[in-house]
């Protein structure tokens, strides 16, 4: 490569480094991923031999933060009780969208950063299934691990947000305003996020939160950052190219307190995602749709 080629690379870098990973062409991810294998972010990087939109990560660190495939859970609690950190992208002859490489180091800098994360939980990246995750677009969040200034701390999806009461935001059926209730109504759409305490005055400090009441607080401010980042890195809305609201509004970032129940075969629902916060680049199947399609240099 001559002087004048890295320097083209380097300047594309620079410029990508203000763009939303969804929106980036390929050779702005490319110019990003190519540093994060340079500089160490991703040590265990795998490029192609030319610029492809797909590459492989084999280890497990990103951004000096271990990712970790939860095998397991406490029933009761939510808690993790087994997980394993495998290579971050489990089908080698899939690959990661370059694009969506960016998204995970940005991921693991924030919750680094702003959360004191150095263990990111997940439930993989890859499926059978002919959709986003295939296609090396979409990722299954579970939590994070990890120390501050209170101490050691382990906060996930199951535990600190499926796990707490709801507080119904409007009548529903024989249901009142206000009711407490420990999840949504099966046909209920007007959800809201539970984790909010201006809106949800039943919030409980569970007996396994080792950091009390403010491990709760940690938790809701954690899962709407990681919301909004995956809705400005991503997609959620296809008509809102940013964030948007946890709850109702949500169509392409599937947690529990998504808008509906998935109907089967379908797991597009709060039901299967209890666990996990499901976040993507582009829609699921459209390949002319924003964020799937590649766009002009």
Known sequence: MTAADDLTRNITAF?????PARDMTLP????LVEGYSRDGTIPTLLLP????????????????VEFRYVKSFNGQTGQVTDSWARPIQGDPTLGLDVRMIVLLVRLARLL???HGAGTIYHLGFDSAADDMHRDGRAMDFVGIAGKNSTGTFEINVFSHWKLQPVQMPAAFGTIAAGTKL??????????IFRLDPKTNGFLEVKSWYAGGAAELTA????FKAVYDFAAAQGLDRTDNFGTTTIG?????????DYFKVSAPPDKDGRNDHFQHMHFQI??????????NRWLPV
Not at 15 to 19: D, H, K, L
Not at 28 to 31: K, L, S
């Open 15 to 19: 410029g990508a480094s203000m763009v």
């Open 28 to 31: 702005q991810a490319c110019a």
């Open 49 to 64: 031999k030319v610029r492809d939109r797909k590459a492989n990560i084999t280890g497990a660190i990103v951004a000096g």
């Open 112 to 114: 680094r950063d702003k």
């Open 182 to 191: 420990p999840d949504w109504p099966e046909n209920f759409h007007e959800t």
């Open 219 to 222: 938790a809701f401010q954690m």
């Open 248 to 256: 109702k509004d949500s169509r392409n970032i599937f947690h529990p």
């Open 282 to 291: 582009g829609t699921r199947h459209d390949p002319q749709a924003r964020g």
